[in-house]
């Protein structure tokens, strides 16, 4: 049988309970002035059995697209990296894990003193494995396993920026029973939060209730997305009500339709 080789990328993963690695935390945040350096560690676990693992740590740039998937680039590329910034141990950059180990690696930032006007930037560091091992899929072929995880990193200025997201469209798909809304993130800081939908009919105030969406931008971002109302089954007028968590009682963006389904 051909033997294939799989790269997985931001994934902690344990195939046949033989091969993996975990990091942690999956995402690291430093705050500091240009000049000032600020350190933080990240731990890195073999959590296979039976096989030593090899690994090496690079990083690289990232970005979300409309959909919150994330693009990945080579270290530099974006004018928001702060790839450049970031120093490891050396004795870091190539090291070995037994069955069971783990290792924390010591990660410093430092904003250079004429840094840019952004006041966020971020990067990612990879943990790749170097040794690819044996092993068989859920259907018995074989295959080389070679795991490859990602800590994304973010720096902010201490300075105090107010975050602002602002929906730009909301619609409902009649045909595919979807709600179509698109915001972006004004701020220049990155902006997590939820989404929070509750549909109403106008005629016999029965309610429907979303599961919030959990969402994660950057600054400038412009997001799509796709809420599902799939129990919506009454023909009749409806009300909209989306809410836009990203913080305090001060940071929601609010959102309403009307339609009629029938």
């Not at 990328?9 to 990091?23: E, H, K, N």
């Not at 509750?198 to 809420?227: A, E, H, M, Q, W």
């Not at 919506?232 to 959102?255: A, C, H, P, Q, R």
Request: glycine share 6%; aromatic share 8%; with cysteine.
């Amino acid at each position: 049988m051909n033997k294939i080789t799989l790269l997985f990328l931001f994934l902690m993963i344990q195939i046949s309970a033989q091969t993996g690695i975990s990091v942690s935390p999956p995402r690291v945040y430093f705050e500091s002035a240009a000049g000032s350096s600020t350190t933080q560690k990240i731990t890195v676990t073999n959590v296979s059995t039976k096989n030593t693992l090899d690994l090496s740590v690079s990083l690289g740039d990232w970005d979300y697209d409309e959909k919150g998937e994330n693009m990945m680039y080579a270290a530099g590329t974006l004018k928001n990296s702060c790839a450049s910034w970031i120093t490891i141990n050396k004795n870091d950059n190539y090291f070995s894990l037994a069955p069971g180990e783990r290792k924390d690696l010591e990660v410093t930032i430092t904003p250079p003193a004429n840094q840019d006007k952004l006041a966020a930037h971020t990067a990612v560091l990879f943990v790749s494995q170097m040794n690819p091992v044996d092993d068989v899929d859920n259907k018995g072929a074989k295959i080389k396993v070679s795991i490859r995880s990602g800590i994304k990193i973010f720096h902010r200025t201490p300075d105090i920026i107010k975050r602002k997201v602002e929906i730009q469209d909301l619609k409902f798909d009649s045909a595919k029973k979807i709600l179509n809304l698109t915001f972006e993130n004004q701020s220049e800081l990155w902006t997590d939060g939820k989404i929070i939908t509750d549909i109403i009919n106008t005629s016999t105030g029965k309610k429907i209730t979303i599961d919030p969406i959990i969402f994660y931008t950057l600054p400038g971002n412009i997001r799509k997305v796709s809420i599902p109302v799939q129990n919506l089954t009454e023909k009749g007028s409806y009300n909209v009500s989306v809410m836009i968590d990203y913080g305090d009682n001060e940071t929601l963006e609010m959102g309403e339709l009307n339609f009629n389904y029938e």
